[in-house]
């Protein structure tokens, strides 16, 4: 089975972001996905930085696919978009029905887990489209994505988002730019203090959500890790691990380690836990509230 590193989600300065993908260079992973995919504003990386990024970690080994944006909503975002789209060297992962747009009847494409796809018919417009891959959404349950990998056209990857703080909303607004009272074409970039999202409580006091600009995320982190062997048995070919500040070279130690047979499962997900930023979580997983943290059962 491939490990994928998702695409960055949080806004980090410069040099911490180029320190960080140097790292990933050495890391056991088979794909990563790159670029800015939350907000346009976000500038310490560019297009050409990206790029240049993509090229160092391409010389690897390692397959590289460019993100596009999820939520397009100005021409300057969607000249940034046609752009990515034809940068003639890499793979892209449509976030919007735009890219998909734009990408139909080009080099396949891989269906970001923004599109929504929760039936078969959807999978085939998009494969007739051109992708080559469709990444579930972030709801999808045990069931659905077996149900769709069986009844998916045939030579079409499957991927699944299997740890990470789990994006749920994205919004016109920016909500880490309201929280400080600020406007958000004034953020004053605030997204760069809090490197893994901001945390929103309940008014009980109980940590909740996490603000990350325009996105909101889940508080707790979701890990399918304990799951891999029911994924492998429905034909789950790829699993995307999540970028977060801290240890996550060793969380990607963690997967490839049960994913070759060199820990259990359970060992493997006991470990990670302590190397989370928040408890876990794979409610959704099972067909149950997303919070909620169930133990494998059946494999599932």
Known sequence: M?????????????????????SVAGMPVDIVYLGETVCSRRHEFRLADWLDTADMLAATGKEVVLSSQVLIESEAELKTLRTLIDNGRFRIEANDMAAVGLLAGKAGFVAGPYLNVFNRH??????????????????????????????????????????????????????????????????????????????????????????NGTQTQSWRTVSLLSSLPAMQEMGVGILRISPQ????????????????????????????????????????????????????????
């Open 2 to 22: 491939k490990l994928a590193l998702g695409p960055l989600q949080y806004y980090w300065p410069r040099q911490m972001i180029s320190d960080f993908y140097r």
């Open 245 to 300: 500040s801290q240890a996550t070279d060793s969380i990607v130690a963690l997967f490839r380690a049960a994913c070759d047979g060199l820990m259990p499962f359970h060992e493997a997900e006991r470990r990670l836990a302590a190397l989370a930023p928040s408890p876990t979580c794979n409610g959704y997983w099972h067909a149950r509230p997303g919070m909620v943290h169930l133990p494998a059962a059946g494999g599932l």
């Open 122 to 211: 959807t999978l085939s417009s998009l494969a007739q489209a051109g992708a080559q891959r469709w990444v579930a959404v972030m709801e999808a349950s045990a069931e659905l994505v077996g149900a769709l990998i069986a009844g998916s056209p045939a030579g079409l990857e499957a991927e699944v988002f299997a740890y990470g703080r789990q994006p749920l909303a994205f919004s016109a607004r920016c909500m880490t730019a309201r929280a400080h009272d600020l406007p958000r074409d004034d953020c004053r970039f605030s997204c760069l203090d809090y490197p893994d999202g901001l945390t929103m409580q309940t008014r009980e006091g109980e940590d909740f959500l996490i603000f």
